[in-house]
């Protein structure tokens, strides 16, 4: 059976430090992978999706940048936090074969100060 | 441009009773897919269904059912005698473009069920 894994599961960081969240994903081949972000209180906003090793589309023009160095590894990172990067951080994964839920981690939350 | 609305943000029912979480979505594609999920306190989303445009069907599982409606575009989600465990944030979402694009999601509806 497929498992999705994120780390690290919270995390605090001041204004201005680096980011990085790391996404795996067990039991399937070549899937396409996705970063949500859920702000308080609001629904699911579509960061970065990747159909494969290198492959990034962005959504959302902003100061995070996504990275696929393997097939099932996803990286969301940002060089410089802004107190606006808080909220709790989601992966998915989804086949990609006309199959189109998506299947997703247990998350990051992020809290800048 | 696509969309989804759920306009219920928060629903309070005492448990054993029904309730019905709204979704209306909108989108000029012809073929299209719709998905409900359930986001307990853990945080993570639980896939509860999806259902096709093509297919517009009545679901049933267990105490779950769904009704999907093209001609009013809603896609509704009922629980039939409610349990506490039942309370979450459930999100509908909107799949459509035939391509690796991400899902369009609601914004969620809180459901408490109170014991």
């Known amino acids: 059976s497929q498992t999705i894994h994120q780390w690290p599961a919270t995390l605090v960081q001041p204004v201005g430090s680096p980011l990085s969240l790391e996404c795996t994903v067990e039991?399937?081949?070549?899937?396409?992978l996705y970063w949500y972000r859920q702000a308080a209180g609001r629904g699911l906003q579509l960061l970065f999706y990747s159909v494969g090793i290198g492959q990034i589309s962005s959504e959302v023009p902003q100061n995070l940048s996504a990275s696929r160095p393997q097939d099932r590894q996803f990286i969301l990172s940002s060089k410089k936090l802004l107190l606006s990067d808080s909220g709790f951080y989601l992966c998915?994964?989804?086949?990609?074969?006309?199959?189109?839920?998506?299947?997703f981690g247990p998350g990051t939350r992020l809290t800048v100060t | 441009a696509q969309k989804v609305t759920q306009a219920q943000t928060e629903i309070s029912v005492v448990e054993k009773e029904d309730v019905t979480l709204d979704c209306v979505y909108e989108?000029?594609?012809?073929?299209?897919?719709l998905f409900w999920y359930k986001q307990p306190p853990s945080g993570e989303l639980v896939f509860l269904i999806r259902r096709n445009s093509f297919d517009e069907q009545n679901e049933i599982s267990g105490r779950y059912s769904w009704n999907f409606q093209k001609s009013t575009s809603s896609f509704n989600f009922t629980i039939t005698a409610s349990q506490v465990v039942d309370s979450a944030v459930y999100f509908c979402?909107?799949?459509?473009?035939?391509?690796?694009?991400?899902?369009?999601f609601g914004k969620g509806t809180h459901l408490i069920i109170q014991p």
């Open positions: 039991g399937t081949s070549n899937p396409n």
């Open positions: 989108t000029r594609d012809t073929t299209y897919y």
């Open positions: 979402a909107l799949y459509s473009g035939g391509g690796a694009d991400g899902l369009t």
């Open positions: 998915a994964w989804s086949t990609g074969t006309g199959v189109y839920e998506q299947y």
